[in-house]
């Protein structure tokens, strides 16, 4: 008690909050960068007060998230006072242009950041959107989600009542420093990173993103056939997406190269991925080439025979 009282005297006198020191001590992920809407760097510990948190991961294309803002913006006008609430856009196939448009169309107030290194999600184990997690004060995770429960209202409930409120923790898989799944070798290396449902879940909403997945994977099958020499690696997105949806998707599109999923988001950060799909050419193990582009099948065969 004494210690915590000693902590707060100090964050007083450094013009700082009690909750950013406990936030900074108990809760990494708070100190990871991110993105405003204007480009400028940030970090969940610069935005929040002494309150708990409500971290809304989403995308603009995502159909579940589209139908959940209501519920944001409802939330964030009833509990905004007594809860920091922010918006986390994902990033992933999205723009600044597009999440200006999201909120205009919904009437958005609530704050919006985005995850641009995609450590965010990383961190908090997103595997899916919409997610929803409530932080406590003491920066731990007491619920997490993707619905709208109402496990979900009465966390909220009892989080905007009192601080000190202590709730069970939830568990979140902590971040280990995982091997690469990109071998190293003196060979030309091909990566093709795309997602199991970007070619059929996007068909409504992003058109012309389901049709360059399609051309894309179609593209990466006729460049292995014609080059099979290359260290070929293909790596999907984790994003809902388990063994059962990859061996459809390599059934669906008669995948011969090794094709894995990025369970830990690892490869997908590392390479800063952020668009599905993109193939990465790697010589001496550095990167030389790199196109999210497929519309052109003869540009991509002729960089690839310029390192050969």
Known sequence: MIF???LAVIAITLGLSAFTLVHAQTN???DISITTLDGESTTLNQLVADKPVYLKFWATWCQPCREQMPHLQQTFEHYGDEIDIISVNIDVNDSVEAINATQQEFGLTVPVVIDATGKLAQAFDLVGTPYHLLIDTDGRVVFKGHEE????EKTLKLLSASNSVILPAVEIES???QPSLVTKTDQLTALFFTATWCDWYLEVSRPAIANNCINGQQQANTLYKLNPQLNWLGITSRLWTGDKELAEYKGKYQIQYPLVIDNHDQEFVRYQVK???TL???K???EVFRTSEFSNQHDVATTILKFK
């Open 4 to 6: 915590r009282k000693l």
């Open 28 to 30: 990494k992920a708070f």
């Open 149 to 152: 429960s109402d496990k979900l």
């Open 175 to 177: 971040l280990i420093e």
């Open 275 to 277: 668009d599905f799909p």
């Open 280 to 282: 990465i050419l790697l």
């Open 284 to 286: 001496d193990g550095k």
